[in-house]
């Protein structure tokens, strides 16, 4: 029973999804996400945080196979849903042969329909993820026609009813157009779709960030209330760290398609490692103004640099103020730093 | 009851409050079961279908469009059960070929007609709007010559709807190579002069059907009339494919497609329910359009002597025809003219307010 409990219910690993681009005659890859690996358990909610532009939603799509993976392996409740086939040792160093080509072993690359049923997405903006010429009823009842979840016209109104009353719609929505909503509204309704097939997994991608701060506070606390209820673990991408904080378990930072830190959240907030973490958190606003005088922020130099022309090494290293040789050399991989906190940096 | 000792705060004077002091508790009570059911009004659920109808139903112009269609279309179906003669004779009195009919003004009779009126009694159905230089009746003409008209419009708006609908979305939603052959195939066809190649299909698609349609229920169409829609079917759907491609381009990269992909939809499902309805405005008004404007085409044809075949007439055959005698005879001309003017606003007017109706974004 405790082997189960402490399972996975998601697991990434190696993950690389790399975009081409054409610049002039050839093609470059921008590599929107590199080399990522994470684990989320069930009823877990792990936070991903990161600057515009770092990858954070390519990650959120790919896990869901919205877009095809370049490389690494997906595996959601014991099932392989995708596998390159690239080989690591126990050290984590990619098997090559003589040649220096990986030794592929065996490819998977599941048909996901299935899967559709037990992961789920809540998009960023509310106003263009509900189709403009549906009224709620088909948007909720989509994903029940696609599975076939419903046996009869009533039953399925029915569960379209209780979707609404479990996200805070009225059943008199039920057959307006989305537009006719507030964002706070939309995003219940986006949130309704994703849960019509009861999933045990939502990636919410910036599902709070769209909306103004006091209906932000409404939806996250619905998201809390959801997982108590239903049980289901959330993947919350994010910018605004406070939020994460408050809703998420454990919380990752990126940075340029690359996991920089992974840890508790309360460990993060209170023994942040990485410098990248600790410039962001610097970046928090505080609501007091005594305490905000006092603290310093980090403010970090320079400009993010193009992931088509990432630095050698840690991708960080170009605002970094500990840069050393070593971070120009080689990417630091993430380290086990005790109390499941694990770093990607040479220098801490 | 401790509610009715309760002392509430004095009103202030300048407060819009509601003076609680002069109600206690037997003024509120609890609503009953019923009356909360009441409070939760829902309307019956409305496909987008029935919700697009209910405002067409308040456009008056839309509404005053479809009028005076259904009316033309009614005229044309009915009107030959009761006139008694016929489109391509010469009127007959009485078994014998009535010679002076020719050229007569509206709601005239010939001088035969006349005499046998006077010795039998009997009263010949009128010539309405008279009769034509080969004493044919004009009213029956201009009948039939709707008929075909309004047939080739609308045959011909349906296929350059069902093939440029079906290229143009596959094209635009599979992109990449499909899409990039697809549309050099569009481009072609595009860069060919429509008029010559038009007049190239219909002679020799006339000398090839001309001996295979002996005999069959198409022989009553004629050879020129199947090759006029060979011709649509063949060069008009590229407008209506790029107008779609366009369209699918920019919708299928929106946030709902990629839920759509999310929930496990299927390519045709996306593309039925959640592409091809968000285009429709498009869809609409392009295909309303392509009626009058195949209407012109027809006509045009006919002008050229590639279009219908005498006696069979078009309401653009019998605008030409009336050419000649335009300055003694002006009604000939100006009734299909008007006819033709009266179909093509009412297909534009029809067209804009299904847009207005049907697009719940100008809602």
């Not at chain 1, 600057?51 to 919205?66: N, P, Q």
């Not at chain 1, 419903?150 to 929505?173: C, F, P, Q």
């Not at chain 2, 002996?214 to 009339?225: F, Q, V």
């Not at chain 2, 609409?284 to 027809?298: K, M, R």
Request: charged share 20%; with cysteine; hydrophobic share 45%.
């Amino acid at each position: 029973m405790s082997e189960k409990e402490t399972k996975n219910l998601l697991e990434v690993s190696h993950l690389k999804q790399y975009f081409p681009v054409s610049q002039g005659l050839h093609k470059v890859p921008l590599k929107a996400v590199d080399d990522i690996s994470f684990a989320i358990r069930p009823g877990e909610t792990l936070g991903l945080v990161g600057e515009s532009g770092c990858g954070k939603t390519t990650v959120g799509r790919t896990l869901l196979r919205l877009y095809e993976p370049t490389a690494g392996k997906i595996t959601f409740d014991g099932e392989v849903l995708f596998d390159s086939g690239e080989q690591y040792d126990e050290n984590d160093k990619l098997i090559v042969d003589a040649t220096g080509r990986p030794i592929y072993g065996k490819k998977v690359n599941k048909d996901m329909l299935p899967y559709r049923k037990e992961m789920q997405m809540v998009f960023q903006d509310p106003y263009s993820s509900l189709n403009p010429r549906m009224t709620v009823e088909d948007i909720i009842g989509e994903p029940l026609d696609v599975h076939k979840l419903y046996s009869s016209k009533a039953e399925r109104r029915d569960k379209i009813l209780s979707l609404m009353e479990l996200v805070g719609l009225n059943a008199e929505h039920a057959m307006r157009y989305a537009h006719e909503f507030s964002g706070g509204q939309r995003q219940r309704i986006g949130i309704a779709r994703a849960l019509a097939v009861d999933p045990k997994f939502i990636v919410c991608d910036e599902a709070v960030s769209a909306l103004d701060v006091s209906i932000q506070a409404q939806v996250v606390n619905m998201f809390e209330e959801l997982q108590e209820k239903l049980g289901v673990a959330y993947l919350f991408i994010a910018h605004d760290l406070l939020v994460v904080h408050h809703i998420s378990d454990r919380i990752a930072v990126m940075y340029l398609g690359r996991m920089m830190e992974i840890a508790d959240a309360d460990e993060l907030n209170n023994n942040p490692m990485h410098p990248y973490t600790l410039s962001l958190l610097s970046a928090v606003p505080i609501p007091d103004p005594e305490t905000a005088r006092k603290s310093s922020r980090i403010v970090l130099e320079g400009d993010v640099p193009s992931p088509l022309h990432m630095p050698s090494g840690c991708p960080f290293r170009t605002r970094c103020k500990y840069a050393t040789e070593q971070c120009a050399m080689e990417m630091p991989q993430l380290k086990d730093r005790g109390n499941g906190h694990f770093v990607a940096c040479h220098n801490k | 009851m401790s509610n009715e000792n309760l002392e509430l705060k004095k009103r202030q004077i300048l407060s819009s409050q509601v003076d609680l002091s002069k109600f206690n508790s037997k003024n509120f009570e609890k609503a009953t079961d019923e009356e909360k059911a009441q409070q939760e009004v829902m309307g019956e659920s409305t496909t987008f279908f029935k919700d697009g109808m209910r405002r067409l139903k308040k456009n008056p112009l839309a509404m005053g469009s479809i009028v005076v269609l259904a009316l033309i279309i009614a005229i044309i179906i009915i009107a030959p059960i009761f006139v008694p003669y016929s489109y391509s004779d010469m009127i007959t009195v009485n078994g014998v070929r009535d010679k002076s009919a020719s050229n007569l003004g509206m709601f005239e009779y010939s001088n035969a007609e006349m005499k046998y009126m006077e010795s039998t009694g009997e009263s010949l159905f009128p010539h309405i709007f008279g009769t034509d230089s080969l004493g044919r009746d004009y009213f029956i003409r201009v009948i039939y010559g709707t008929r075909v008209s309004l047939s080739v419009g609308i045959v011909a708006a349906i296929m350059v709807l069902i093939i440029g609908l079906i290229y143009g979305s596959v094209s635009g939603y599979f992109g990449g190579k499909v899409d990039m052959i697809m549309m050099r195939i569009v481009d072609i066809i595009y860069s060919l002069p429509d008029m010559l190649i038009i007049i190239l299909l219909s002679v020799v698609l006339k000398e090839v059907l001309a001996s295979k349609i002996k005999g069959t229920a198409l022989a009553a169409l004629g050879p020129n009339m199947i090759s006029m829609f060979f011709v649509f079917g063949l060069l008009y759907w590229v407008t209506m494919a790029r107008l779609i491609r366009g369209q699918i381009l920019t919708i299928k990269n929106s946030e709902y497609v990629l839920a759509a992909r999310c929930i496990g939809t299927k390519d045709g499902r996306i593309l039925r329910r959640h592409i091809l309805p968000n285009c429709l405005s498009v869809i609409i008004i392009t295909t309303a359009l392509q009626v009058p404007s195949a209407i012109f085409t027809e006509s045009y044809l006919s002008f050229l002597g590639l279009g219908v075949s005498a006696p069979l007439t078009s309401l653009g055959s019998l605008a030409n025809d009336a050419r000649g005698a335009m300055q003694s005879y002006p009604s000939r001309l100006v009734i299909p003219a008007v006819i033709i003017c009266l179909i093509v606003l009412a297909l534009n007017l029809l067209g804009d307010g299904l847009r207005d109706a049907f697009d719940s974004k100008l809602n």
